[in-house]
């Protein structure tokens, strides 16, 4: 957390139900390119973390092994592509069945 809003209290716990409500309909529609989700944990009505595989070393090494790092990030268009083809994922997922761009009220 970057900043606490005294005047809006309940700002962080909405926002981890929130992230856990998305994590819980991703589980239901994984994708190769977001880590995976297990489980929430709640104790005593309070979400206290949110369960993934365990990865060892960064992103950034694990998705471009030997690269020199940003630079060959922003050269390659491969993380516009990942990035589209799990939106993809996500969307054919998530999207109610009879609603779609093209569909008429």
């Given at each position: 957390m970057l900043h606490y809003d005294p005047t809006k209290p309940t700002a962080l716990?909405?926002?981890?139900?929130?992230e856990a409500t998305i994590y819980e309909k991703l589980r239901r529609h994984p994708h190769?390119?977001?880590s995976k989700y297990h489980v929430c944990r709640v104790k005593n009505g309070r979400i206290t973390g949110l369960c993934f595989d365990k990865y060892h070393g960064s992103l950034m090494s694990r998705v471009?092994?030997?690269?020199?790092?940003?630079?060959?990030?922003?050269?390659?268009?491969?993380?516009?592509?990942?990035?589209?083809?799990?939106?993809?994922?996500?969307?054919?997922?998530?999207e109610h069945p009879?609603?779609?761009t093209t569909s008429s009220q």
């Open positions: 716990g909405d926002a981890i139900l929130k190769p390119n977001i471009y092994p030997g690269s020199d790092g940003k630079r060959w990030f922003d050269a390659t268009q491969r993380p516009l592509k990942d990035m589209q083809s799990c939106l993809e994922g996500i969307r054919s997922g998530l009879t609603l779609s």
